[in-house]
């Protein structure tokens, strides 16, 4: 049983940054590959971003590339998302999620393992 915890979301202003976390207890996750999802009311799950256990292959969605950044804890535990110049079409419910292999897939079905979300809202 992998558990997964998200925290740092929050309302911030547009232009804003916030920094998201997750913490995995249980069984290990330090050589799985993590991933970042989320979902704004009334639309589907999406993908954010994902990133290997030791970080040599990461993917981005079209939409965050050059504005958000995951990374990878010492422990390997942990998974980050720092988001920069946020936007109001940010404004979702973020999750935390671990795969079963250490390969990065954009495909939210391929991960068994998910956190409950924390909220980001992007005020204009």
């Known amino acids: 049983q992998v558990l997964l915890e998200e925290s740092g979301g929050g309302l911030v202003q547009a232009g804003g940054s916030l920094r998201l976390s997750c913490a995995a207890s249980g069984r290990t996750v330090t050589n799985n590959a993590m991933g970042w999802f989320r979902q704004a009311p009334g639309k589907e799950r999406e993908f954010v971003a994902a990133i290997t256990w030791n970080g040599d292959s990461i993917y981005y969605a079209d939409s965050v590339k050059g504005r958000f950044l995951i990374s990878r804890g010492n422990a390997k535990n942990t998974v980050y998302l720092q988001m920069n110049t946020l936007k109001p079409e940010d404004t979702a419910l973020y999750y935390c999620?671990?795969?079963?292999?250490?390969?990065?897939?954009?495909?939210?079905?391929?991960?068994?393992?998910w956190g409950q979300g924390t909220q980001v809202t992007v005020s204009s």
């Open positions: 999620a671990a795969r079963a292999t250490n390969v990065v897939l954009r495909t939210a079905a391929l991960y068994p393992y």
